[in-house]
Nanobody, 130 residues
């Protein structure tokens, strides 16, 4: 059974940093792509960043490029999202999601899953105060 458990959210002032963790179980990173999504109040879900387990390729949305870094630790079966220079508009619930790497499509620096992703964590709240 695939499970994803996020942690690391919290309240931080603008300009600060947080590191989110996504502890994964039930699948091998080599076959999967793992992504972070976020959803702010009253807005749709936005793909933030994605990493391909097999080769470590990473993708970022334009809104976080240069500020956020996604990484994975195979030994710990954990994916991280290091968030620096946080802005109030980064306030959202952040979700970890994964699916087979074969369902990930990329064009340039853009990416999306089709269909899916099938597996989601429960989310962790990030609040950035101004």
């Amino acid at each position: 059974e695939v499970q994803l458990v996020e942690s690391g959210g919290g309240l931080v002032q603008a300009g600060g940093s947080l590191r989110l963790s996504c502890a994964a179980s039930g699948f091998a990173f080599d076959d999967y792509a793992i992504a972070w999504f976020r959803q702010a109040p009253g807005k749709g879900r936005e793909g933030v960043s994605c990493i391909v387990g097999m080769n470590g390729l990473t993708y970022y949305s334009d809104s976080v490029k240069g500020r956020f870094t996604i990484s994975l630790d195979n030994a710990k079966n954990t994916v991280y999202l290091q968030m620096n220079s946080l802005k109030p508009e980064d306030t959202a619930v952040y979700y970890c999601a994964s699916d087979s790497a074969s369902t990930l499509y990329t064009y340039g620096s853009n990416w999306y899953f089709a269909p899916g992703p099938d597996y989601w964590g429960q989310g962790t709240q990030v609040t950035v105060s101004s």
